[in-house]
């Protein structure tokens, strides 16, 4: 795959990932304030506890989503295979990262095909909200979905991400407006996520009527897109302040499941243990889902991304038996304590 501007920014992309440096620093998830009931006595066996649901019509072993990474770089198609062959193997679930590369590369689409890998696994395409205002709409997400065989399509909106791009997309005014046009003349489910900087509750209302079939709050506290962006354009943090900017994971579930009650919801950003997701489905997420901890993994083999899964998975096993929960539906009705200072 010869390098283009795309190809090559999403190769640096991969990079400074990679690197470990695009994380936040000062912002943290907010999920340290937060702790789940400590049952010395639990009155369960670790071995029944059930972590078993369905999410957008398909079966999960547990409530884990791989999160949305790649396309279209050289090592992407060897990650999305990796990634694919690990969620069929677990049960879980695959969002790709974007696919407009592949719409506009044809070349790019097999770094994409991930479908024959995963036959049975939940798979979620992507594309950017912001490109819903420069002619895309219906025919590219349902050429999307179709293209990879996904079950659903998640839109990315990072409005600070591409402000601070080189060529980065300014304009989203009338998005919402958009939105409203699109989404309903899909076939299959859609998804709204933000890609580390978090959906806020008045976000959240301001799509209610939209047709989505799930938010994605993607908050603060993992990955900084915009300090990815800074150091891929700078090789250095020019915008100290603006790179820590974004609403903590946990403040950002709280807030849309708040706001808009009955939808569900995914919780990501900075997702780095089973207790953190443990916290985040007492909170009211559905599911969460893990990017960067995973990209490291996906880039040697299959088997060092289900290890990398199976920690999540065993330690919230563990995280739902020590706090009484045998299922999903008892951790949904956990309340977690709160201590702001923590
Ligand atoms: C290497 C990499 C590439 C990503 N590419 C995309 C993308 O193409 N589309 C998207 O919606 N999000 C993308 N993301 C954002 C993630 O889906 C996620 O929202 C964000 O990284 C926060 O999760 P984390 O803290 O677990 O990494 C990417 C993340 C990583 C690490």
């Not at 009931?37 to 079966?59: M, N, V």
């Not at 489905?281 to 889902?289: F, K, N």
């Amino acid at each position: 795959m010869s390098a283009t501007p795309i190809t090559e920014r999403k190769g640096l992309h991969l990079d400074v990932c990679l690197s470990g440096a695009a994380a936040f620093e000062r912002r943290t998830t907010g999920f340290e304030r937060y702790d789940l009931p400590y049952l010395a006595l639990p009155e369960l066996d670790l071995g029944a506890i059930d972590t078993s649901t369905t999410f957008l019509g398909k079966s999960l072993a547990a409530p884990i989503l791989i999160g949305a990474m790649t396309g279209g770089s050289s090592h992407a198609g060897l990650i999305n295979r990796h990634l694919a062959e690990a969620a069929q193997r677990l049960g879980l679930g695959l969002m790709l990262g974007s696919q407009r590369v592949m719409l506009e590369r044809p070349e790019t689409r097999s770094s994409f095909a991930v479908r024959a890998l995963a036959p049975d696994a939940l798979l979620i395409g992507n594309l950017g909200v912001a490109q819903l205002l420069r002619g895309y709409g219906v025919a590219e997400l349902e050429a999307a979905r179709e293209a990879v065989g996904a079950d659903a399509m998640a839109l990315h909106t990072n409005p600070l991400q591409e402000a601070l791009q080189q060529g980065g997309d300014e304009g989203f005014a009338g998005v919402v407006e958009r939105l409203g046009e699109v989404v309903p003349g899909c076939s299959g489910p859609v998804i709204l996520k933000e890609v580390g900087h978090g959906l806020s509750g008045a976000v959240a209302r301001s799509v209610a009527a939209v047709g989505l079939a799930a938010l994605d709050v993607a908050g603060a506290g993992g990955t900084s897109w915009a300090k990815v962006e800074d150091l891929v354009r700078y090789g250095e943090v020019r915008h100290p302040d603006l790179v820590e900017w974004g609403i903590p994971t946990a403040t950002a579930l709280v807030e849309v499941r708040a706001a808009l009650p009955a939808m569900p919801l995914v919780a990501s950003g900075g997702i780095r243990s089973g207790l953190d997701a443990a916290k985040a489905l007492a909170l009211g997420a559905q599911v969460v889902a893990i990017a960067q901890p995973l990209l490291a993994s996906a880039l040697e083999s299959a088997e060092a991304v289900v290890a990398a899964l199976e920690r999540y998975m065993r330690e919230l096993r563990i995280a739902m038996f020590v706090s009484g929960a045998a299922d999903l539906r008892a951790l949904a009705e956990v309340t977690p304590s709160h201590d702001p200072r923590a």
